[in-house]
C-alpha cells in the first residue's frame, strides 16, 4: 500500500532560514527511507547490475513523497523567505546559469492571515478565527457572539485559546466557564475583552506549554498525517518522553 508523509512544523517566530531547515528536513526524510531500503536489500543480496550492488539501491525502488506543512501562529506578518531561491544571491549570476539551479518552495499556513476557516470541521476553525482576530476587540466580539461553537468549545481548545492571551487568571477560572463538559468561550472572552486583557501571552505556566502540544496534535491529525508521526513531531519540539507522547496522543487521538 503506497501513502504520503505529511509533516507538521509548529513555528511560532519568524526564521528567515526557514526554507534551508524544511529542505534539510524532507531530504533527511528521504535519506531515512532509502537508507531502510538499502538495509533491506543487503539482506536480500539479489542484485541486477555492479550498480544495484554498489550503492543498494534498485531500479524497482522507490520512496514514499513527503510534504511538510509550516503552521506559522506568530502575530507578526510572514515577511521572510517561501522559497530557497529567495535566499540565494544571483547578482552577476548569468539568468541561463540562474535557470539551472534547483529551487525548493514551502508550504507556510500563517494562521493570522489564513481566511477560509470553512475548510476545518473541528475546532481547528474556531481557534484560528479567535487568532485571527485577537488584536481586534471589535471582531472578536463580533465573531464569538455570532459563532455558536464558542458558546461550547472542547476544553482543550479552549486551553489553546487562552495560550494566546494574557489570561493566566482564566486557566484557573475554567471551570466556572463549564457547560456539560464543554466550556463556553463566548462569555469567557466577553468577560476579558471588558477587563481589556485579550492581547499578548501568557508565559511560562504548565497549562500553556500542554494546549500547544494538544493544538499541534489535533493540527496535525487535521492535516492528514499518522500517529506516529503525530507522536514523532511533538516529541521532538517539546523534547517529551515516550510516556508523556502517549499519553498525549491519547487525550488527543
Known amino acids: 500500500m503506497n501513502f504520503i508523509i505529511v509533516g507538521i512544523e509548529n513555528q511560532e517566530n519568524l526564521d528567515y532560514a526557514l526554507p534551508l531547515r524544511m529542505l534539510v528536513y524532507d531530504t533527511g526524510e528521504y535519506q531515512k527511507q532509502a537508507a531502510k531500503i538499502r538495509k533491506r536489500n543487503q539482506k536480500r543480496g539479489t542484485w541486477k547490475n555492479s550498480g544495484e550492488y554498489l550503492y543498494k539501491f534498485c531500479e524497482s525502488d522507490r520512496l514514499h513523497p513527503c510534504v511538510t506543512f ?18 540565494l544571491d544571483f547578482n552577476g549570476v548569468p539568468p541561463e546559469i540562474c535557470a539551472l539551479v534547483q529551487d525548493y518552495n514551502i508550504h507556510l499556513i500563517s494562521i493570522s492571515e489564513f481566511e477560509d476557516t470553512d475548510v476545518f470541521k473541528t475546532d481547528v476553525k474556531q481557534v484560528f478565527d479567535f487568532i485571527r482576530y485577537s488584536r481586534n476587540k471589535g471582531k472578536l466580539r463580533e465573531l464569538i457572539k455570532n459563532d455558536p461553537a464558542y ?12 495560550h494566546y492571551t494574557n489570561a493566566a487568571e482564566l486557566i484557573n477560572k475554567k471551570e466556572d466557564y463549564r457547560k456539560k463538559g464543554n466550556i463556553d468561550m463566548c462569555k469567557a472572552i466577553l468577560d476579558l475583552i471588558e477587563d481589556g486583557k485579550t492581547e499578548g501571552r501568557a508565559k511560562g505556566i504548565a497549562e500553556e506549554r500542554a494546549a500547544a502540544i494538544k493544538v499541534l496534535i489535533s493540527t496535525c491529525k487535521e492535516l492528514g498525517a499518522s500517529r506516529d508521526l503525530s507522536g514523532e513531531k511533538v516529541s521532538l519540539k517539546y523534547n517529551l518522553s515516550r510516556e508523556e ?6 487525550e488527543c487521538w
Do not use: N
Not at 507522547?245 to 491519547?250: D, G, V
Open 151 to 162: 458558546q461550547a468549545l472542547e476544553e482543550e481548545a479552549f486551553d489553546v485559546i487562552t
Open 245 to 250: 507522547t502517549e499519553r498525549y496522543l491519547e
Open 70 to 87: 509550516v503552521l506559522y501562529s506568530g502575530m507578526e506578518k510572514w515577511d521572510g523567505a517561501r522559497s530557497l531561491h529567495e535566499l
